[in-house]
């Protein structure tokens, strides 16, 4: 039983939020089942919505991948956000005035948007491993220079005056990702983003850095005394987190999207906090939780669609997943009692 | 020998209040009953342990390190909570959240590591929390005359108006213990207080706590060196691995019967040490000097030489410049040492710690903790730490993930780590397992020098024998060992040659370390005694001049 304790602990921490979205729902909705059941089944209802839960789920995936790998690493950093939009502007150049074929116009586009990002991305690492600049602070300042640089791009270079809204020219055909599954609009984003996730898996459990990074994060004294290099681990995670975020970016841009159109930071990088919080910093656990998240985020959306409850539920019930999860002390008593009945097994 | 039951010394009756005087010395003022604790870590630090202690009396709380008693002061000084158990004060039930409950209730406890403000006075680290007041300021006089008057009282002699950072160990520990006596402690909790003492100062503290058992304080002096309890004591609880092995009037028990029951078997401290062939020297240093942040030389001109087969061990109360040593071999001063210290003729001195390890030397730290291991990491993780750059682990960037559990299965048999298996987290581990698995990793690559900084510190009898033996088998193997420990029996067993460090300094060497007597030691460590003329750091005999 303590061995699945953390496990355990986030399923109920998610049982419990549903709970008292139920309990807010059967307050104010005039037809509270019907509503519920909204919520829950409204995402398989169709091919088109299951379709929607997994395109969504895709640039969650990229962002809670990125905050994994930081996350394992001891880093707490929030910048997956700035570089998602980013990235995504710099692939929005190149598919707008790049002219290739379209195998190589999309890879060239993601490449650009992730390399990006992970150079970006090296800044506030460099600045932790050399003047232990803390990354909470400089990846969140990153975000608003970001942010800034992105709707400059858009708006003075980007922007299609005959358009009515603040949109970019639209991107070349062959820039866009292909869709994978007719009657939805799921692209090879998908293929992409499971690839990287198995690899990253592979690369935190099997290799050398994947090593050198789990030590780091897990007692940088300890590393350093080994002779791990921890400056130098913490620069090229931040490399590597920065390109997926990126990649996260520029995918998604080219996989849903004809035009540039985010004039705000598009919270994907936040959400892959909370989908890293939910996978326990596991790389593979990743594709559950980002599912779930788009789940319950589609959910809440045909609600408020189809019912008197508005979609900002979903506010609540993150909220209290995260107080949940982030809260030591919770279960605690029961892992404690566990703890003693264990010992006394034991003799 | 004769155990007295636990019921056999309960109070007749519960709802007993608490007698003045030493008249009554049959009743008890603090019942601890049926105590369990587990640590979040799975870790049974106590079970089901029955604790009494009786008005006026010092009550040994004796048992290896790890065996649940420092666990269990704890639970009565507030500082942890039980996981079952209750604790009876007086007849009255107690539950004591912080230590400041238990403080109120006159309870008071010295750490082994003292929680002094180094930077205040000692009557300011008196009064601290409970300051006189004069207007809107702390009435600095008032403290001043309260410290020397309960100094003078108990002739725990201080100068109130000293910095406790200019103190020496013995004296912090007279300023922890007349801060508790402030604070109205009745029953006072000394956590091994002569660990950190010479052998005079240790004699210093015995006499004064017989003035205070004479006041009617109540003491509990938790120790593992048998002849000090035996000394001082009355009565003495035996801890044994998490339990209770019994309670014994001090008359009553020998030291032999003590250390049985304290580990189940007769400790020996001896080992066959075989004959030592010493090879060229393995580590060569010279002059090396450190200057540290306080301006002091916390290094001044060391010079030593450890050949291959050889154990050079240095002795010394901690502070006195062993940390830095092993710093400035290991990487840890970077370049703000003078002097050289070379490996088989490569300078290592400024050299990083991962140049350091390639050159073949392995260290064992004085923290498990904080430098030693990757508490939430597995049990093979923590073995590879040091390995896995190495071609015979990984086929370039992939680690060959079954060789790797194959030699964590092989170390974990061969150091007999009690554990679930490799995939483990080592912070699962109690303190002794995990030091094996640290030594084990150390050991276990070959090294042409060893570091051994404190290496059985707070682990069991068992694990410190394991890794005593260990040590003589790497020096059987012409590894070269530099052993720095504060336990005098372990340096003066397993040392070829035994230096003393004082202020910075080598102030003693001896050739045949196990004819040297603790108390000879005691005076070279206090600073008392220092050898004459140039200490090559080789050849230096032990018939030694006094200053």
């Known amino acids: 039983m303590l061995k699945y304790f953390d496990a355990i602990r986030t399923l109920i921490s998610v049982a419990i939020a549903l709970v008292i979205a139920f309990l807010i729902i059967a307050m104010i909705s005039e037809q509270p089942l019907e509503t519920i059941s909204i919520f829950l089944l409204g995402p398989i209802s169709t091919t088109a919505q299951i379709g929607n839960v997994v395109e969504m789920s895709i640039p969650l995936m990229f962002t809670g991948l990125s905050v994994v790998l930081l996350f394992r690493s001891g880093l707490f950093n929030l910048g997956a956000e700035g570089l998602f939009y980013i990235s995504g502007v710099i692939a929005a150049i190149i598919a707008i005035y790049a002219s290739m074929n379209s195998f190589i116009h999309p890879v060239v586009a993601i490449l650009g948007g992730s390399t990006v990002g992970a150079l970006l991305s090296a800044i506030p690492g460099i600045m932790k491993a050399k003047w232990n600049a803390e990354v909470l602070v400089t990846s969140l300042m990153f975000n608003s220079i970001l942010s800034g640089i992105g709707l400059y791009i858009l708006n003075y270079h980007l922007r299609d005056a005959a358009a009515f809204a603040n949109v970019s020219y639209k991107f070349q055909e062959t820039a866009r990702l292909a869709n994978l599954i007719p009657g939805t609009r799921i692209h090879t984003g998908l293929i992409l983003v499971l690839c990287c996730i198995v690899a990253t898996h592979y690369f935190m459990y099997h290799t050398r850095w994947g090593y050198e990074l789990r030590m780091t994060g897990s007692n940088r004294a300890f590393a350093e005394f080994s002779g791990i290099k921890t400056a130098r681990v913490i620069i090229t995670v931040h490399l590597i987190a920065g390109f997926l975020a990126g990649m996260g970016g520029a995918v998604e841009v080219l996989g849903m999207y004809s035009r540039f159109q985010w004039s705000s930071l598009p919270g994907y990088g936040l959400d892959g906090a909370l989908v890293a919080l939910l996978a326990k910093n596991n790389p593979l656990s990743v594709v559950g939780a980002a599912l779930f998240l788009a789940y319950i985020r589609i959910g809440a959306d045909q609600m408020s669609i189809m019912s008197d409850v508005p979609a900002e539920l979903i506010s609540i019930i993150q909220a209290i997943i995260i107080l949940l999860i982030s809260a030591e002390q919770f279960l605690k008593m029961w892992k404690n009692r566990q703890l003693l009945k264990e010992a006394e097994k034991l003799g | ?547």
């Not at chain 2, 403000?117 to 309260?146: C, D, Q, W």
């Not at chain 2, 009553?252 to 040490?273: A, F, P």
């Not at chain 2, 554990?419 to 084990?440: D, E, H, R, T």
């Open chain 2, 1 to 547: 020998m004769r155990r007295i039951p636990f019921n056999s010394i309960r109070p007749p009756s519960l709802g007993w209040r608490g007698a003045k005087g030493r008249t009554v010395m049959r009743q008890n003022v603090l019942e601890m009953r049926n105590i369990t604790k587990v640590y979040q870590n799975g870790v049974t630090a106590n079970r089901n342990v029955d604790f009494s202690l009786r008005e006026g009396e010092i009550h040994a709380l004796a048992g290896e390190n790890g065996a649940g008693k420092s666990t269990l002061m704890k639970i009565l000084f507030g500082m942890e909570a039980p996981s079952d158990g209750e604790i009876r004060l007086r007849g009255e039930g107690m539950r004591f959240q912080t230590p400041q409950d238990a403080i109120e209730k006159g309870i008071g406890m010295v750490h082994q590591h003292f929680m002094l403000v180094p930077s205040f006075t000692v009557a300011e680290n008196m009064v601290l929390g409970m300051e006189p007041k004069r207007g809107l300021g702390i009435h600095y006089e008032e403290a001043v005359r309260m410290t020397q008057e309960l100094s003078d009282k108990y002739q725990l002699t201080v100068d109130p108006r000293a910095k406790v950072e200019s103190l020496s160990v013995g004296m912090k520990q007279k300023v922890e213990i007349l801060k508790a006596l402030l604070r109205g402690a009745k029953i006072l909790i000394l956590d091994e207080p002569t660990a950190v003492l010479t052998p005079q100062e240790t004699e210093e503290l015995f006499k004064q706590l017989l003035v205070l058992k004479q006041e009617g304080h109540t003491i509990v002096f938790i120790s593992h060196k048998l002849k000090e309890v035996k000394a001082i004591c009355d009565r003495i609880t035996i801890m044994r691995s998490g339990t209770s092995a019994g309670v014994f009037d001090m008359a009553d028990v020998t030291e032999q019967e003590i250390s049985r029951l304290m580990v189940g078997r007769d400790v020996v401290l001896k080992y066959d040490k075989a004959e030592s062939f010493y090879g060229p020297p393995v580590l060569d240093v010279q002059g090396l000097t450190y200057v540290n942040a306080l301006d002091k030389k916390a290094l001044n001109d060391i010079r030593l030489s450890i050949r291959t087969g050889e154990i050079v061990g240095i002795a010394g109360v901690e502070g006195n410049g062993q940390a830095e040593l092993v710093k400035a071999l290991t990487g840890g001063l970077g370049g703000r040492v003078k002097g050289s210290a070379k490996v088989n003729g490569s300078e290592l001195i400024s050299l990083d710690m991962r140049s350091i390890r390639e050159l073949g030397i392995s260290y064992v730290p004085e923290d498990r903790m904080s430098q030693g291991a990757a508490k939430e990491e597995s049990i093979s993780d923590n073995i590879i730490s040091t390995r896995y750059r190495s071609r015979d682990w990984n086929k370039g960037l992939f680690l060959k993930g079954k060789s790797i559990v194959r030699l964590a299965e092989k170390l974990i048999e061969e150091f007999k780590v009690r554990c679930s298996g490799p995939a483990q987290p080592i912070g699962m581990l109690s303190g002794g397992n995990m030091q094996k698995v640290i030594v084990a990793r150390e050991c276990s690559t070959d090294p042409i020098l060893l570091i051994a900084e404190q290496p059985t510190r707070g682990v069991d009898i068992g694990a410190a024998q394991l890794v005593h033996k260990k040590l003589l088998e790497m020096r059987d193997q012409n590894c070269a060992i530099l052993l720095i420990s504060a336990d005098l029996n372990e340096i003066m067993e397993l040392s070829d040659t035994l230096y003393v460090m004082y202020g910075g300094e080598l102030v003693a060497a001896f050739d045949k370390p196990s004819e040297v007597t603790e108390e000879e030691l005691g005076l070279y460590m206090l600073g008392l005694k220092k050898q004459q003329g140039e200490h090559t750091g080789r050849g230096v005999t032990s018939d030694a001049q006094v200053l």
